[in-house]
């Protein structure tokens, strides 16, 4: 790998609000499970299929697994965060762009460990009430609405990489 300038970025205040709504998604999925764990049935939905159906259950317990793994994965890429310059970029970094291509993939992690809190909550949210016989499924719509949370924002931050090259 090439030398690349080490840059310390002072985040913007849309980075700022960004990375606090990431908290407070995080504290709330936590909140979620917490106070409806005891309200559940012994045996819950654990997975779904693509059209949204459940297809698999387990015990009340694994309704843990869902904020355990967005809190590894939210810190995880906090962490990663703070080490722009070994990102994997679609334009060569120089002294020149360093700190416009940083910045934008920065803001594109933060998205990101957003997005997947809002997944893992609402997996939980649903699953919650699906356990109970309350709801059924998590829709058709599900799968088609994520990938498009994921996948049209990484192709724009890819875009601006190009613009910012």
Not at 50 to 61: M, S, V, W
Not at 76 to 100: C, D
Request: glycine fraction near 6%; proline fraction near 6%; charge should be positive.
């Amino acid at each position: 790998m090439e030398k690349r300038p080490r840059i310390k970025l002072i985040p913007t205040l849309g980075d700022i609000i960004l990375e606090l709504i990431g908290y407070l998604s995080l504290f709330t999925l936590w909140y979620l499970v917490a106070i409806n764990y005891y309200k559940l049935p012994e045996t819950i939905p654990v997975h779904y299929n693509t059209a949204g159906n459940a297809d698999n259950f387990g015990g009340k317990e694994t309704i843990f697994a869902l904020p355990i793994i967005a809190t590894i994965l939210f810190i995880g890429m906090t962490i990663l965060n703070r080490f722009p310059h070994i990102f994997n970029y679609p334009v060569r970094i120089t002294e020149e762009n360093a700190l416009r291509q940083y910045a934008n993939a920065s803001c594109m992690i933060r998205y990101l460990k957003f997005i997947i809190v809002v997944i893992f909550g609402v997996i939980t949210f649903k699953a919650i009430p699906n356990s109970v016989g309350t709801s059924d499924g998590l829709g058709v719509w599900f799968l088609p609405l994520i990938l498009g949370f994921i996948f049209i924002p990484v192709i724009y931050y890819i875009a601006q990489a190009f613009r910012k090259a």
